[in-house]
């Protein structure tokens, strides 16, 4: 396993990118939701249902992406079967430091930038390890 493989380090940062912008927007777009709707909802209920809504747009980005290269349906199947551990490792990590810095999935605040750094940093060794070790691309690849 060679960690100092520059190419493999700037194309796992790439498919990571991918990968944040798709839970991103579902993540954080739920938690805007329901901030603006005034929706009565548990915190830990609103922190899975952001990290579910995550998951979910990002196997649709990566679907879009994917479509540029293939059909749409090996393009879904490609998206749904990309690292499931990177994506839940990211949304985990961006919701506890949301959870830690801004008191759980309270609304939108500037701890959104530590949370999106912090889920791109969880990722990205993951994702550059598959791609090294298995060959394999997740997130964009």
Do not use: H
Request: proline share 2%; glycine share 10%; aromatic share 12%.
């Amino acid at each position: 396993m060679n960690w100092k493989n520059q190419k493999n380090w700037r194309q796992s940062s790439r498919n990571t990118f991918w990968c944040l912008v798709g839970c991103s927007v579902g993540d954080f777009g739920t938690i805007a939701y329901v901030q603006w709707q005034d929706i009565e909802m548990p915190t830990r209920n609103l922190m899975v249902l952001a990290m579910f809504n995550g998951i979910l747009t990002s196997i649709l980005l990566e679907t879009l992406i994917l479509l540029r290269q293939m059909d749409f349906g090996k393009a879904l199947r490609t998206a749904m079967g990309m690292s499931l551990i990177s994506m839940l490792a990211m949304e985990l990590m961006m919701n506890l430091v949301d959870y830690y810095g801004n008191g759980g999935a309270l609304g939108i605040s500037i701890w959104v930038v530590p949370a999106i750094i912090a889920g791109f940093l969880t990722a990205w060794p993951y994702n550059y390890w598959r791609l090294e070790r298995l060959g394999k691309s997740c997130c964009g690849g």
